[in-house]
């Protein structure tokens, strides 16, 4: 068997450090099939290039894995961003000690496999669920079979016993934990959807494909009983399901009597009373809702799927329980005008006890709705290189008009995140003080003890 060294390239941190799941999912499968695995994480060493090439050096590995799970950051305000030169640097780094193959892989070397394998110079890439491909490309490699440079693994079809388990190494499980204070679980993979920018249906398929719940239990317990870990988030695209599944495996977090808390990402829409009150029990503290659009119109045309209304029935389910609630909006897509900001701006302010995060433009990315629309108004040609980010704005909008409603609405509300920027410095400030989890989540504790201050 193989010697695999993987590496996490993941160095963001806002709005919080995030585990690398997709590399401890894909490390397991590999263990499983009797590989020696190494990860490194790049983000957790105050000295990266030195500490890899000593891990290069004393590991001495056959292959080395590159987990991407970020192209960008998504912000058309932020400065100049150019995030695969640490991919690319990253791959120097390992060339500089070894010139056993690279291969790349994660869910945003999936989206543009042949622009992002040629600029960091892998030596081969995965595209999709990387499990069993990953053990198939290896295998055949060690058989001295010629490959192609990119290959594309089947979409899973469904997950049971084992797999989609993550192996978890300690020492990054303790630094997350001090970090963000909770674990990542993946409890099923694909989207149903047709968000006009989204890239999850392509990625993982247009099906929910569901793990089996037993495995789902069996990671939570392995992590409380080997790392005391009790607080987690389920990565999901979308956690609520219209089958009904999530709420199964609610109530067998209860039944196990696991007594954790956890959050997730979820759709504002067909989340009543009686699941709430199981999800609450179950553990659920806080959710990150993609509501996307502020008013009918640019929902529609964002093809969300449901209204504004779902976003002010849904919010007033989580704050019935005590459910902390993250909304997250973009401005400037499909359809937006003068007129639909305004009601954007005037909707938002419904939601005065969630933590509202607002977006300007929308990155556009190869293989979605938005891709055709940004083609058709000719914001983009069909030779366009789309590795440096592109931003979708509406014709029918002033941008910086836009820009500057959104910024005076939110001038005076603590949690009312725009620019992205004022979230980035409002968390960086709550790390100098201690705090640690989701933050966004602290932001209403925080407001909720101002307001009462300022009653008395």
Same mark, same amino acid.
């Given at each position: ?72 950051? /998504? ?26 193959? /690279? ?23 995965? /595209? ?229 995060? /607002? ?98």
């Amino acid at each position: 068997m193989s010697k695999v060294l993987m590496i996490s390239s993941n160095t963001f941190v806002y709005p919080y450090p995030v585990y690398p799941l997709g590399m401890a999912v894909v490390s397991f499968a590999l263990s499983e099939q009797g590989h020696n695995v190494f990860q490194f994480d790049y983000s957790v060493h105050e000295n990266p290039d030195e500490e890899l090439k000593k891990t290069i050096r004393e590991f001495s590995p056959d292959y080395v894995g590159l987990s991407i799970r970020n192209i960008d950051d /998504v912000d058309s305000l932020g400065g100049e961003l150019e995030v695969l030169n640490t991919e690319r640097h990253i791959i120097e780094v390992v060339k500089g000690e070894t010139d056993v193959p /690279v291969i790349a892989g994660g869910s945003a070397f999936s989206i543009m496999p042949e622009e992002i394998i040629a600029y960091i110079k892998a030596d081969y890439g995965v /595209v999709g669920s990387g499990e069993e491909q990953f053990n198939s490309l290896i295998g055949d490699l060690d058989k001295g079979k010629s490959c192609p440079k990119i290959t594309t693994a089947c979409l899973m079809q469904s997950q049971s016993g084992k797999s989609g388990s993550p192996l978890w190494d300690k020492d990054l499980v303790d630094f997350y934990m001090g970090k963000s204070a909770m674990l990542n679980l993946q409890t099923k993979r694909g989207c149903p959807y047709n968000c006009a920018y989204c890239v999850y249906p392509s990625l993982e398929g247009r099906t929910f494909r569901y793990r089996d719940h037993d495995a789902i239990i069996s990671d939570i317990k392995r992590a409380k009983d080997l790392y005391g870990v009790d607080s987690f988030f389920f990565t999901d695209s979308v956690f609520n399901d219209p089958e009904g599944r999530y709420i199964e495996l609610a109530e067998k977090i209860i039944a196990a009597d696991l007594n954790i808390r956890w959050a997730g990402y979820f759709r504002p829409k067909g989340v009543g009373e009686e699941e709430f009150k199981i999800l609450k029990k179950s553990g659920l503290y806080a959710v990150e809702v993609g509501s996307d659009a502020g008013c009918d119109e640019t929902l529609r045309r964002m093809g969300k799927g449901f209204t504004f209304d779902d976003i002010i029935d849904f919010y007033n389910g989580c704050n019935k329980e005590g459910i902390a609630g993250a909304y997250f909006f973009i401005f400037g897509g499909p359809g937006e005008t003068e007129a639909t900001v305004r009601e954007g701006v005037e909707n938002m302010r419904k939601l005065k006890d969630g933590v509202i995060f /607002v977006y300007s433009g929308i990155r556009v990315l190869p293989g979605t709705s938005l891709h055709k629309i940004a083609l058709e108004e000719g914001v983009l040609s069909p030779d366009d290189p789309m590795l440096e980010p592109v931003y979708y704005f509406s014709p029918g909008i002033d941008v910086d008009e836009m820009n500057r409603v959104l910024e005076e609405d939110a001038k005076h509300n603590r949690r009312y995140i725009f620019p992205p920027e004022k979230g980035k410095n409002m968390i960086d400030a709550m790390h100098t003080f201690g705090y640690k989890g989701l933050l966004w989540n602290e932001l209403l504790a925080i407001s909720g003890r101002s307001k009462r201050r300022k009653r008395k």
